[in-house]
């Protein structure tokens, strides 16, 4: 098993950054794939990006690339969301997973096996 804990999140004005923090505890980190998700106010839980075990890949949801940036440290057993140019429509909180090693990356929140409590980001316009 694992547990993640996620950190950074907070209040921030449209256009600025912010960087989500995830440290896992538990379990060899390398064991896991990882991924963010977020989920809005009244609506469902939904992909924002995932790293490979390895680092070699990365994958992240349409509405996000090109601003989002997913990245893990192994060593520090850390993985990290670098959001910027955020818009209103990025405010949810953002969850932090793990799902069982693959050579390939998964989106779906069925697939992860572990989950954190959540951060909230509001971003105010």
């Known amino acids: 098993q694992v547990q993640l804990v996620e950190s950074g999140g907070g209040l921030v004005q449209a256009g600025a950054s912010r960087r989500l923090s995830c440290a896992a505890s538990?379990?060899?980190?390398?064991?896991?794939?990882m991924g963010w998700f977020r989920q809005a106010p009244g609506k469902e839980r939904e992909f924002v990006a995932a790293?490979?075990?390895?680092?070699?890949?990365?994958s992240y949801a349409d509405s996000v690339k090109g601003r989002f940036s997913i990245s893990r440290d192994n060593y520090k057993r850390t993985v990290e969301l670098q959001l910027n140019s955020l818009k209103p429509e990025d405010t949810a909180v953002y969850y932090c997973?793990?799902?069982?090693?693959?050579?390939?990356?998964?989106?779906?929140?069925?697939?992860?096996?572990?989950w954190g409590q959540g951060t909230q980001v509001t971003v105010s316009s």
């Open positions: 997973a793990a799902t069982l090693a693959r050579d390939y990356l998964v989106g779906r929140p069925d697939d992860y096996n572990y």
């Open positions: 538990g379990d060899t980190f390398t064991n896991y794939n």
């Open positions: 790293i490979l075990w390895s680092t070699r890949y990365t």
